[in-house]
């Protein structure tokens, strides 16, 4: 079980760090102390050494079977995760006032474009989706307590984005808030918004479904099992 702990201390410091630097406070302080810029170097280094931390004792922990998939279970992924790889290349590749640094872009002339007006947190659903539906078919103790951490992280990490956003931005935030929603499609079904396919771009979805085949097709060598439940 040391290789357990040891991944559930990572877990937990990787997600916590993320929103401890993030809370007011000490957000405030170390911009204060290291600058906008600095606080930032600060934050991407701590995220990236505390993952590479978190995904070697993921793949270093003892195999614990919490329960047992079935066949049926293993398609879960192979549904999902076009959808989530398209979210992700989506979220990373347009212009978004939830994102880092990116905050002059809610005084834009259409501060939700493409992918936007289905939520304002597409790479967050995306890491969510992936996280759900590999949790759910691998029913191993490493896999909860990693996935889930990275779940949790992505879920109530929307709340927390928007709570500083709202703050930072004060009723600069309204049109963004009305015009958009954390649950995908909310807005455009309640009218609020409508899709804007051409934001999205057909090159966008390709990026995402070429992802997809890519994870599908290195998926036996990367992590050492078959995507496909044959």
Request: glycine share 10%.
């Amino acid at each position: 079980m040391l290789d357990l702990n040891e991944l559930l201390a990572a877990t937990i410091i990787f997600v916590g760090s993320h929103f401890i630097l993030s809370s007011p406070p000490l957000r405030g302080l170390l911009v204060d102390r290291l600058g906008l810029r600095g606080f930032r170097l600060l934050y991407s280094l701590l995220a990236a050494v505390t993952l590479v931390w978190m995904v070697q004792a993921y793949v270093q922990a003892p195999l614990v079977m919490v329960w047992q998939p079935s066949h049926f279970l293993a398609w879960i992924p192979l549904l999902v995760m076009p959808f989530a790889c398209i979210l992700l290349v989506a979220g990373m590749t347009t212009a978004s006032p939830t994102a880092v640094g990116a905050e002059a872009v809610a005084l834009a002339a259409d501060p939700a474009p493409g992918i936007i007006r289905v939520t304002r947190h597409p790479f967050l659903w995306g890491a969510a989706l992936w996280a759900g539906s590999h949790m759910i078919v691998n029913g191993d103790l490493a896999s909860l307590i990693m996935m889930g951490g990275v779940l949790v992280l992505s879920l109530a990490g929307m709340h927390q984005i928007d709570r500083k956003r709202e703050l930072q931005l004060g009723a600069g935030w309204g049109p963004i808030k009305l015009t958009t929603s954390v649950l995908p499609f909310q807005a455009i079904a309640e009218g609020r918004t409508t899709m804007d396919w051409a934001g999205i771009g057909w090159r966008r979805i390709a990026l995402g479904l070429a992802l997809y085949l890519v994870l599908l097709i290195l998926h036996p060598y990367l992590f050492g099992a078959v995507a496909v439940p044959w």
